[in-house]
Nanobody
């Protein structure tokens, strides 16, 4: 019953926008440190954005800062990643994940995400003309 399900990926032209959703079931997102990750072919998985539990400070990788926005809707128990001005280098499978510890979400951006409790299966974003 505990799971994360991503949706909203697809094909978009450079400069376009997409909104990814991650619906949680079996637990409350607000109680977890949550984040979005991505992995492109031949590359390591990287942290894209994260949000702390509770009131939730947000964090972003330098590569997406100013273009992406992370948010959480507590009523819907869903997290989102609004992606604007997409670039070909944003092409990747995007995953959402959650961690029950109260350590800051900045750790996920720095690569410290080995202890995530739950992972979604991913949604593919392709940015191409």
């Amino acid at each position: 019953q505990v799971q994360l399900v991503e949706s909203g990926g697809g094909l978009v032209q450079p400069g376009g926008s997409l909104r990814l959703s991650c619906a949680a079931s079996g637990f409350t997102l607000e109680d977890y440190t949550i984040g979005w990750f991505r992995q492109a072919p031949g590359k390591e998985r990287e942290g894209v954005s994260s949000i702390d539990s509770g009131y939730g400070s947000t964090y972003y990788a330098d590569s997406v800062k100013g273009r992406f926005t992370i948010s959480r809707d507590n009523a819907k128990n869903t997290m989102y990643l609004e992606m604007n001005n997409l670039k070909p280098e944003d092409t990747a499978v995007y995953y959402c994940a959650a961690e029950s510890s109260r350590m800051g979400g900045w750790r996920l951006i720095e690569g410290y995400y080995n202890d995530m409790d739950y992972w979604g299966k991913g949604t593919l974003v392709t940015v191409s003309s």
